[in-house]
C-alpha cells in the first residue's frame, strides 16, 4: 500500500515561489509516473503536472514555463517548484501516482491530505 505525503505549501504574495513535496512509502513509487493536481475552491480536482519514471515532464497550458516538476528517486519524492504565482493558482494541491492516456492524467491511488497554498496579497 502506498502512501503520499504531501507538504509545502503556505501563503505567499502573488509573483512569489513555493516548492512543493510529494513523499512516498514504497518502492513502487520509483516506477511510476507521479503527478500533481489541484482543487481550488469551488471547482473541479484538476491535473497540472506529471512526471514519468524516467523523467519525462509534461503540464497543463496556465502553469507552463512557471511550474517545474522533478523526482528525486533515492528520496521517493517527487517535487513541484511553482514560480511567478498567481491568485488563480490557490488551491489544496496533491499528488498522486498517475497514468495517462491520450494526453489525459488520471490519478491511480487513493487521494492524500494534499497541502494549502493561498497566492494573495
Known amino acids: 500500500q502506498v502512501q503520499l505525503v504531501e507538504s509545502g505549501g503556505g501563503l505567499v504574495q502573488p509573483g512569489g515561489s513555493l516548492r512543493l513535496s510529494c513523499v512516498a512509502s514504497g518502492s513502487i513509487f520509483r516506477v511510476n509516473a507521479v503527478g500533481w493536481w489541484r482543487q481550488g475552491p469551488g471547482k473541479q480536482r484538476e491535473w497540472v503536472a506529471a512526471i514519468t519514471d524516467v523523467g519525462s515532464t509534461y503540464y497543463e497550458d496556465s502553469v507552463k514555463g512557471r511550474f517545474t516538476v522533478s523526482r528525486d528517486n533515492a528520496k521517493n519524492t517527487v517535487y513541484l517548484q511553482m514560480n511567478s504565482l498567481k491568485p488563480e493558482d490557490t488551491a489544496v494541491y496533491y499528488c498522486?501516482?498517475?497514468?495517462?492516456?491520450?494526453?489525459?492524467?488520471?490519478?491511480?491511488?487513493?487521494w492524500g491530505q494534499g497541502t494549502q497554498v493561498t497566492v494573495s496579497s
Open positions: 498522486n501516482l498517475a497514468a495517462s492516456y491520450r494526453s489525459t492524467w488520471f490519478s491511480r491511488h487513493s
